[in-house]
């Protein structure tokens, strides 16, 4: 089944972008695409290469990380071992890294022997991120980390997505349902409608926007 | 609207239980061990009895365990396994024709049984992992090819491979226990123990687990996933090879030498519960013993009856606890 | 009248008119291997209708077959019945087994049901060995007369007919939905309120009853002997690889399932390289993996697939 229908996207190294769009417009399916976990025609450039369609391992390996749709957590296991599984395709000493975690999430440290599964919503999303951050990526592709939050950590998960984006200098693409806070934080803005890019431009231009503040801001 | 909210009843009953262990589980075994302890000190037919049972578990125990490893990797049981354990130790007896000693055999067996279980789930298993049933039928069929391959080659007729440990027999008291039966034991605990540091501590364990339980997670940290697979089924070979070189001291070498202990096996996976290697070390140990056991006490018990009892246990344990000692209802995520 | 059934009892009157004028070109050893297709065809109509219309897997049909068997040897045996009247007999006793399995059969799901019913396949033979005395033990029992090859083919055949009659009036009525309906949602078959014990349960022992009635058939082939050994695991393995290679949730496949599993080791046994013994395994085995390979859908997939391609397309329904 196809869910997009030539969907063109660019992100600058360094910035944050957003992809918005209502239940159903392919958001989802888009970061999917790029990381492929389905099936795609057409390129992905990425560091100005074309990355082959061949599986996610490959695409994990070459420093796309991607924290999908309900977070892909294994919660049987405990967060040390979700940790550990972020590290997974590094090399080396991972050590440091795992210091820098701390540092953006450091109630993490009392909770390593608990079974990820236990902990709360917003706790699994941190831990989400820190796994994803263990990979050392250049790139990372956030599916909707607001679902299913209160709006105080809503506020706070995309704080640190910013700081990660600052400190690390890490590029992200984020796909969001929650239009304020996305445009608030990306530079740059999609808007995504049944399979297409129908808008696109740097966030304070369409939150200018009068469709999108109509349809996706709600005034 | 009832049976939403009936489902998300049981999702959080299931949720907060650690591991699958329950309390009254573990009492229970607790206190078996402690009648198999008392009852030993009691009678030396007793603890003949339960020692000769652990060994003989022990067997059922690893073969149990390759189940388990196949099954959490690919949920698929694989019916097979005992004829793969049976073929890797014909290949064992071949070595020892040409002159090796048989514990090299023994070494280069399970060497050659990594590969022979890597190379079954790459030819034959992964074309069709997506459809349960086909899979299943294949390991039957291989079940059977195996069967007559192995007859063709080495005949039917019974051989016979040197004693790994020999025919003594120790006395403590007025108990007898054989050499081999502890050298079983031994064996069977270790490769258990190395399995389980090669699960819990090590990065390759890691990334078998994270690709058995969420393999669409496990892709995007960087797992080969379909690696992970081919390197369960050889692992799970090479305790099914462990399985059949300790049974060929006690039947011998023929073609059916393994098709029991499977089923016991499956008896003890399911026992255990078969999402948990534990369980099924467990299983295998607790059934091994209480055959045993019965079969000594009870006059009913004739060796007729050996397997449906053992079955008769399972389906009772199933009846009470539906996913095994250990199991807990496991929703696959991708 | 739609198409599909056009071709379905035009495909049904051929097979008639074969299966009424082969007898007069075969000799009775080719008489008794059709009549064998008749018995697994039987057996894996059964086990379709549970395995492939409810979901419930079973490893476990092979003793359900012995249950048939034996009915029909120790009645004849001890009461010398009518060898015809122990049939409907056996599909009654076989039936009450099935509910009685089915029963508790409904905390089990998936692969447990499937071990569960592997573990019935294995201890119903040894029973058979306990009570020797009265069931003849390894040895087993024979019935009083044996039918002749002629007898068994028409007999074995008019089952066949009969019953996949009874199963497609069955599968595709209210109860063939509420099976269908189990096998993709038991929640959502539920919740449209279907209720799951007594369907489930009643497949179990529609599906019984017709392994029961292939058993007694296949003791009648085999000289009217019962014997613990033709009932083992692996008859119940047989009669999983026959549904799988029918392709489930389908009655169409089921002929080929049957003449696969029937005919493959008699084929087989004459395999020159291999001495004749292990070649017949060899083969069974290379085949039967071959065949999932290719075909992990079944011939009922096949058909499906060639169904659906462009040209030949007619309206989809249920088999």
Not at chain 2, 44 to 49: E, L, S, T, V
């Amino acid at each position: 089944m196809q869910a997009l229908h030539g969907v063109s996207l660019a992100v600058a190294e360094g910035e944050i972008a957003t992809v918005l769009g209502a239940n159903g417009a392919g958001k989802t399916t888009t970061l999917r695409a790029v990381s492929n976990t389905v099936r795609r025609d057409g390129v992905v450039r990425f560091d100005g290469r074309v990355l082959s369609r061949h599986g996610p391992e490959a695409v994990a390996n070459l420093g796309i990380a991607h924290v999908p749709e309900g977070r892909g957590t294994f919660a049987e296991l405990t967060v040390w071992e979700n940790l550990r599984l972020g590290a997974y395709s590094r090399r080396g000493s991972v050590k440091s890294d795992f210091e820098r975690v701390l540092t953006y999430f450091p109630w993490i440290d009392d909770r390593r022997n608990q079974q990820a599964g236990t902990l709360s919503g917003g706790e699994q999303q941190m831990l989400a991120l820190a796994r994803a951050f263990m990979q050392r990526p250049r790139l990372l592709l956030l599916d909707e980390p607001s679902l299913g939050l209160a709006p105080v950590l809503v506020t706070e998960i995309f704080r640190i997505i910013r700081e990660l984006n600052e400190q690390e200098g890490l590029t992200v693409l984020v796909v969001e349902q929650n239009a304020h806070i996305a445009l608030q934080v990306a530079q740059t803005a999609f808007v995504l409608e049944v399979g297409r890019v129908v808008l696109s431009g740097p966030s304070a231009d369409l939150q200018a926007h009068e469709s999108v503040r109509r349809s996706y801001l709600g005034y | 609207m009832e049976i939403a909210r009936r489902i998300r009843i049981r999702e959080r009953r299931t949720r907060n239980i650690g591991g699958g262990v329950s309390v009254p589980v573990v009492l229970f075994l607790v206190a078996a061990a402690i009648f198999l302890v008392v009852g030993s000190l009691v009678s030396p037919i007793f603890a003949q009895q339960t020692v000769a049972g652990l060994a003989q578990g022990a067997i059922f125990a690893s073969l149990a365990l390759s189940l388990v490893l196949i099954y959490r990797a690919t949920e698929v049981i694989n019916f097979a396994q005992g004829e793969m354990a049976m073929a890797t130790t014909y290949f064992a007896y071949q070595l020892t024709l040409w002159h090796l000693s048989y514990w090299a055999a023994f070494f280069l067996t399970l060497l050659m049984a990594f590969v022979f279980g890597a190379v079954v789930q790459v030819a034959l298993i992964r074309p069709v992992q997506h459809s349960v049933i086909a899979v299943v039928i294949i390991t039957v069929g291989l079940f059977v090819l195996i069967d007559g391959l192995v007859t063709w080659k080495w005949g039917a007729d019974l051989k016979f491979m040197p004693a790994p440990f020999g025919n003594q027999v120790y006395h403590v008291g007025s108990v007898a226990f054989s050499r081999q039966d502890l050298g079983t034991l031994l064996v069977t605990i270790l490769s258990v123990l190395l399995l389980w540091v090669l699960f819990k501590f090590t990065k390759l364990g890691l990334a078998m687990r994270a690709a058995a339980l969420r393999p669409a997670s496990a892709a995007l940290v960087g797992v080969r996933v379909n690696r992970m697979l081919a390197i369960g089924w050889g692992l799970a070979a090479v305790l099914g090879a462990v399985a059949g070189l300790m049974t060929e001291p006690t039947v011998f070498l023929q073609p059916t030498m393994m098709q029991a202990v499977l089923l016991y096996a499956f008896a003890a996976a399911v026992l255990g519960g078969l999402e948990s290697p534990a369980g099924a070390v467990i299983g295998g140990l607790a059934l091994g013993v209480f055959l045993n056991l019965i079969g000594q006490y009870v006059g009913f018990a004739t060796s007729e009856l050996r397997l449906p009892i053992a079955f008769a246990v399972l389906l009772v344990v199933l009846l009470v606890k539906p996913h095994g000692l250990f199991g807990r209802k496991q929703v696959r995520r991708v | 009248m739609s198409r599909r059934l056009i071709v379905a009892i035009v495909v049904l009157l051929v097979a008639a008119a074969v299966v009424v004028l082969l007898p007069f070109q075969l000799d009775g050893y080719h008489e008794g291997l059709a009549a064998k297709v008749a018995i697994f065809f039987i057996a894996v109509l059964g086990l379709n209708i549970l395995t492939g219309y409810t979901g419930q897997i079973s490893i476990g049909h092979g003793a359900f077959m012995a249950i048939g068997g034996y009915t029909t040897a120790v009645m004849s045996h001890y009461h010398h019945t009518n060898l015809l009247l122990t049939l409907p007999l056996a599909f009654v006793i076989a039936f009450g087994f099935g509910v009685i399995v089915g029963i508790p059969a409904l905390r089990f799901s998936g692969v447990y049901l499937a071990l569960a019913t592997f573990a019935l396949a294995v201890s119903v033979p040894q029973f058979a060995l306990k009570f020797s005395k009265f069931l003849g033990g390894s040895n087993g029992i024979q019935t009083f007369t044996t039918p002749t090859h002629l007898w068994l083919y028409v007999v074995s055949w008019s089952c066949a007919g009969i019953l996949f009659l009874v199963a497609w009036l069955v599968l595709r009525g209210r109860t063939g939905r509420a099976f269908r309906s189990i096998r993709d949602s038991e929640i959502a078959a539920a919740a449209s309120g279907v209720t799951l014990p007594i369907y489930k349960t009643l497949a179990f022992g529609i599906s019984a009853a017709f392994a029961g009635v292939a058993g007694s058939l296949f003791v009648l082939a085999t000289n009217g002997f019962a014997q613990p050994n033709e009932f083992g695991v692996f008859l119940s393995l047989e009669l999983l690889v026959g549904a799988a290679v029918a392709g489930l949730g389908s009655l169409w496949g089921v002929l080929i399932g049957a003449i696969f599993i029937a005919l493959l080791p008699t084929v087989s046994a004459d395999v020159p390289l291999i001495g004749s013994a292990h070649g017949q395994d060899v083969v069974f085995g290379l085949i039967v993996i071959g065949v999932m390979l290719v075909l992990p859908t079944g011939f009922a997939g096949l058909l499906h697939r060639l169904r659906s391609l462009p040209g030949i397309r007619t309206a989809e329904g249920e088999d």
